[in-house]
């Protein structure tokens, strides 16, 4: 065999050796973390509980002296409590057990490990405070010579027996549930087990970490051998992967909140409160003994530690309620009447803190403002109150996520504006604040890397007191049918990771509803996801993940470092892979399609005539996943597999893609290097910005190929990406077809243009000096169409078309006054006075803003004049 001190004398193996164990290091650091096999026993059905074969294909051969060591976690406090820890049989079919059982006494009911030898039975007594949900390594050594087996616990002998194994016989090893012949059973505890280690000779022969992460076998560190195991629950996959808890709906607006301490979750509804038991698994429903209540999303329910109630208030009526929950009885139901109130609130921030008895709520939306209002509700003086708060630190915004640590509240990110006003500069924010209940005063702590631009944050974060690491669920306002997904960071430095994997989220503003809480007994985190249909019912869905979430990764650690046996055979396979990629990328680099006179024409031909109007396919589209590239509304890309890949452009990719992809339409030539360098690292030398420039053309390569359908070139000098406008749909280009069109552009065609800007504008907040031009020219172009053609089109003939066209030219534009007249006089003709006079004077008030002087004509002037005298 070869030895490590070989390697080195050669510089360039050494090299791939590192290489392979970096990457065999980095995939086992998941051992950080809680890992093994978790069997499903007398909890779950007969066929699904949990088995691990050793020896699934013949027996093994010892020679005298052999152990199996391993580690196991139990829960002592279970009722049922009964099985198979581990069988060993020989070849003449005489077995050994382990099992754990209860064994009634007078006083109680005492746990014990029993050594079953044939028909005799040796009991060991466990101390439930020492054992009860903790790691403990069992082992059992058996002599075949002397005839004995010691059984240790923690490394300490605890048990001798005389057993009838010899020497010459071989040994199947199996844990849990088995159908090996007459030793077949299914009586399993409930019981996690990892670190499988087998001895011959006092020699480690096998060793089975357990450390996988799916799949139906597990890996020995030490040779190719695989235990097969029946109904996986791998320990390292809860860390990793959401299980869904409950998916259900209920009739009207449901609250949440949570008692974090005693691992329960509370669901209020109109008729009953739905109280969540995480540690038993139990729902059970208390009715409220007042009549029905009136609950809306503007309604916020806050659990009291001190008093054991429930709180729920209303910000903009000042109102607050509590819930007797022994009783069911709500003392104050002023809270519920069925009045109006200006909504101003929608998706702040609230938290109860135990520092003062109190609930603290931060910011919200309403009446196209966002707030930045900080409100102390006294829960045991029973007043509220608006407090200070710096403007020049905590920005308006709602859609932030809060968290408590010691007596600071941090709120992290939301969405809002400087000013507060909707239409101007709204965008997402990416700092962490600290609130000083005591001092009552801001802090900022500093921004976060924007992992997603136009990130929101459910509406609790979670802080852990020992390690000052926080967790906050985060999102992506621009996408309706997006996810959620933990972000990891820590409130003494900014470096921020995604952890665990992705849950699925329906979002529409205000009608959905996203929070995160840790139950720290389970040791997991529960996420709560709403979405309030317009039938007023609200769809709920809560998942679950173990504590801490890891970096979710595909491939699971089966490498043990301590071993070097097999290194070789990794940097083999990494020098059989890494040639097959050099030849894959020469032969793809130099692939080119022959014409008929033998001359090569590009894979991906760019499509240098722009088509007819008429030629163009424009009926609406189903969605945009239709689309791979999206522009409008907010920037998102699709590979060829139909997954969102957005993510895998870093902000310098994702700036260095959008140059190229838009100077190639612009004029078919592409950029030059020289342009590239001059925009994108000036600040660096030629050298370096060289460097850097080869080092992200051939990451965006990588990508382009996920994509499909496109390539990046330099052939003529200039950087250009060719692509296939029949395979790769795009909304940008499609919208240039008609708006380069001279003449020809129908109903059907605007139609189109409206269902794509209506989501958004062009690139919507991402800000590049460079970008300017080509958001101008395209904004001009979309506005001057669509009014061109709403000029001579006859409201009164379909005033809704109108209206989307109105809305889609604000997207733009949102201080045009004939989008304005459109929109008004639509509605107007439509019968919704109310909506019509309600757009004048948000019209006017923008007017206002932004000029410093009144409009000059009335709401009933603009309803009886044409768009001509609109001057």
Partial sequence: MFSIIKIKYSNRFYLLYLLVFLFSFNSYTAFSQDYGLRFNGQHQPLDERTGLNLTPNEFVYFNDEFAITFEIKIDLMQKRLFGYILRVINDKNQNIDLIISNNPTANNTVKSLNIIIGTTKAVVPINNTKFNNKWIKLGLKF??????????????????KNISFKSTDSFKVMFGANNYKQFASTDVPDMSIRDIKLYGNKKLKFHYPLNEINGDFAYDAFSENKAIVTHPNWILRRHQEWQKVIDNKVDGTQLITADTVNDVLYLLRNQDLLVYNIEKNEQIKIKYKNSPIYLTSDHRAVYNYQDKKIYCYLIDRNLVSKLNILTGVWEDEAVYNKVGHKQKYQHHNSIYSTVDNSIYTFGGYGQYNYNNEVRRIDLKQGFSEVLKTDSTLFHPRYLAGIGELNDTIYVLGGYGSDSGNQLLNPKSYFDLLGYSIKEKKFVKKFEIPHIIDEMIVGNNIWIDEKNRDFYALISDKTKSKGYLQILKGNIDNPKVELVGSKIPYAFLDVKSFATLYYFPKKKKFLAYTSFLTDSIQTQFKIYSIEYPPIVKKDI????????????????AFFLIVVSGLVWYLYSKKHKARIDVKGNEVDIFPFNDSIPKVDEIDLEPISGDMDYQIIFFGGFQIIDDKQNDITSKFSPLLKELFLLIWLYSLKNNKGISPEKLIEILWYHKDTRSAQNNKSVN?????????????????SDTGYWKIKYDSNILKNDYFEIMQILRAKKGINKKHIKHLIKITKKGPFLLNLNYEWLDSFKSDISDRIVDTLLDFGENFTIEDEPDFMINLADSIFNFDPINEEAMFFKCKAQYIMGKHSLAESTFKKFVKEYEILYGQKYKHSFVEVLNMNTTKLD
């Fill in 143 to 160: 002599s075949l010579s002397q005839k004995t087996l010691l059984l240790s616990i923690q490394d300490a002998v605890v048990l001798k």
């Fill in 556 to 571: 699971p650690a089966q490498f043990d470092i301590k071993n070097v046996k097999y290194i070789f055979y990794y940097v």
């Fill in 697 to 713: 053309i051939a990451k965006l390569k990588v990508l382009l190929n996920e994509i499909g359908g496109c390539k990046l070139t």
